[in-house]
């Protein structure tokens, strides 16, 4: 259960596109195709941003988005906005009803 | 509306143990797998252990098993988290999150999410 690989820090000015990057290993992001990734704005709870790779909850901008290849999930937002400043975090099922969490993204909005 | 809301943290010395509970309300409780998630001060999110509907499937991150033991009771909506042998490593904010499906499985992810209860463990 070691966690998904994320880049510790991300940046982007307002209106331009980012990608965080999820490399997990054929036991878990690369055998189950629906990671799942998560926003935490400081001192909130974790709020969900995309579901099964590439899905997006009721309330959640289209400017998220989700996609995965191999090993590796994404996540991108397009026309960055100052509000979306936070910490993302992907998740992968592991098998053997476990799960496990990427070590987490901060988004700078410049 | 979802509500779920943690309680039972607090400062405990290492070795010790602790009892976490998590209080559901808003939707159909044994419907749904259950988990706990928790964080470090100033560190990311790492999954402790989730619970089917019927407690028939239960998992465990590395880093707990076999000191912690995660529990639910249906008839009180109710999800706990027995922490034994605490150490000061499992200082963290805990979570409880509720699922999306019965017994969790790759489709799963989590829906929603308490404010979380504090466990600090030192001396």
């Known amino acids: 259960q070691s966690a998904l690989t994320q880049p510790a820090s991300v940046s982007g000015s307002p209106g331009q596109s980012i990608t965080i990057s999820c490399t997990g290993t054929?036991?878990?992001?690369?055998?189950?195709?629906?990671v799942s990734w998560y926003q935490q704005h400081p001192g909130k709870a974790p709020k969900l941003m995309i579901y099964?790779?590439?899905k997006r909850p009721s309330g959640v901008s289209n400017r998220f988005s989700g996609s995965k290849s191999g090993n590796t999930a994404s996540l991108t937002i397009s026309g960055l906005q100052a509000e979306d400043e936070a910490d993302y975090y992907c998740?992968?099922?592991?098998?053997?009803?476990?799960?496990?969490f990427g070590g987490g993204t901060k988004l700078t909005v410049l | 509306e979802v509500q779920l809301v943690e309680s039972g943290g607090g400062l405990v010395q290492p070795g010790r143990s602790l009892r976490l509970s998590c209080a559901a309300s808003?939707?159909?409780?044994?419907?749904?797998?259950m988990h706990w998630v928790r964080q470090a001060p100033g560190k990311g999110l790492e999954w402790v252990s989730g619970?089917?509907?019927?407690?028939?499937?239960?998992g465990y991150a590395d880093s707990v098993k076999g000191r912690f033991t995660i529990s639910r009771d249906n008839a009180k909506n109710s999800l706990y988290l027995q922490m034994n042998s605490l150490r000061a490593e499992d200082t963290a904010l805990y979570y409880c999150?509720?699922?999306?499906?019965?017994?969790?499985?790759?489709?799963?992810?989590?829906?929603?999410w308490g404010q979380g209860t504090l466990v600090t463990v030192s001396s």
């Open positions: 999150a509720k699922g999306t499906l019965l017994v969790p499985n790759h489709a799963e992810y989590f829906q929603h």
């Open positions: 808003g939707f159909t409780f044994d419907d749904y797998a």
């Open positions: 619970i089917s509907w019927n407690s028939g499937s239960i």
């Open positions: 054929s036991s878990d992001v690369g055998s189950y195709n629906l």
């Open positions: 099964e790779g590439s």
């Open positions: 998740c992968s099922y592991a098998g053997s009803s476990t799960f496990v």
